[in-house]
């Protein structure tokens, strides 16, 4: 395994707290625990030993003391905040979408369907989930009825990405094609063409505008507002 050290400023833990971090790390461990934006709580699936994934529990802890605050069984193969930190989405097939409320672990909301993965909107209101079919469904994190869906290039959506600012999502495509939105528009940003591997890693970075995919071989940085790609790892 090899490893580069991308020097970038980000919020990692405690709010307003500034600190250089291993970007690259951001997608080598793109299913790390997910934590709150302001870096506050962290949430994990525990799951007991020979038991199936909707038997699981979802436990909520404090970062500065290491305090575990809440938990609650939830049956969830993958995890997600909401950005005012208020909500956590939680997904599995046999479960679809759930939303609970924080601390406490109410539950929210619930669809049926069963994405391949799900992000909130910066609205914290909206869920937007990536299907096996290539469509982007949004739900209401209120009441989980669908608001509308967004057609992708794709057959097939697996993985997504918001940018920092919130104005990019990306979603990576089943032939390895990151696909791009502007929001709130929902416009196709087409002309960019970023290609990672069938299943691969990319993330946007904390600086605006750019984006680390990794190939078979190499790792691009790429400038999402002139389209401009560099190899940085080969």
């Known amino acids: 395994v090899r490893v580069v050290t991308i020097t970038a400023r980000a919020a990692i833990s405690a709010p307003a707290m500034n600190a250089q971090i291993p970007a690259i790390m951001i997608f080598l461990r793109p299913n790390w625990a997910p934590t709150v934006p302001n870096g506050s709580m962290l949430a994990s699936e525990a799951l007991p030993p020979g038991n199936e994934v909707y038997t699981g529990s979802v436990e909520l802890w404090r970062i500065s003391d290491g305090k575990l605050l809440n938990s609650w069984t939830a049956g969830a193969s993958a995890l997600a905040f909401s950005p005012d930190g208020k909500l956590l989405a939680t997904w599995y097939a046999m479960t679809g979408i759930r939303v609970w409320k924080l601390p406490n672990g109410t539950l929210l909301s619930q669809t049926t369907s069963a994405p391949n993965a799900v992000l909130f909107l910066p609205d914290s209101q909206t869920l937007v989930a990536a299907d096996m079919d290539g469509k982007l469904p949004r739900y209401r994190a209120a009441d989980g009825s669908q608001i509308d869906t967004i057609a992708a290039s794709s057959p097939a959506t697996s993985t997504l990405r918001l940018a920092p600012d919130g104005q990019t999502l990306a979603a990576l495509a089943g032939d390895g094609q990151i696909l791009l939105w502007r929001l709130p528009q929902w416009q196709p940003l087409s002309n960019l063409q970023i290609q990672t591997n069938p299943g ?25 507002a002139n389209g401009q790609q560099e190899t940085i790892l080969s």
């Not at 600086?207 to 790429?222: E, F, I, P, R, S």
């Open 200 to 224: 691969g890693a990319f993330a946007f970075l904390p600086l605006d505008n750019q984006m680390l995919t990794a190939l078979k071989d190499h790792v691009v940085l790429c400038n999402l």
